[in-house]
């Protein structure tokens, strides 16, 4: 039941960022356009560490997962930080 979610979720949001990726090329021609995509870069980047470092410490001191269970997380994981780099550079297109 876990794999369906995960693989229901993943292709939600891979459809989503190829939504997403055609944005960079008609953004990246420009000054604006660069502020835009290092921004959502950056901050996506700091959520996918974010996550990491939360899921290294709840796996260490809090409940070890198993491996299908950690499959599922770092799925999600890489799914969050692909949502947030989308929708940041929608939120940052608004702001610039």
Not at 62 to 84: H, K
């Amino acid at each position: 039941m876990l794999k369906i979610i995960t693989m229901i979720v993943t292709l939600i949001i891979l459809l989503f960022f190829v939504f997403v990726v055609r944005l960079p090329i008609k953004e990246a021609k420009d000054e604006r356009g660069y502020q835009i995509l290092t921004g959502a870069g950056t901050i996506a980047f700091f959520a996918f560490a974010f996550i990491f470092v939360v899921i290294f410490l709840i796996n260490s001191f809090v409940y070890s997962f198993t491996g299908a269970e950690y499959d599922l997380i770092f799925t999600l994981t890489f799914d969050v930080s692909l949502l947030t780099y989308g929708v940041m550079i929608m939120v940052l297109q608004k702001a610039y």
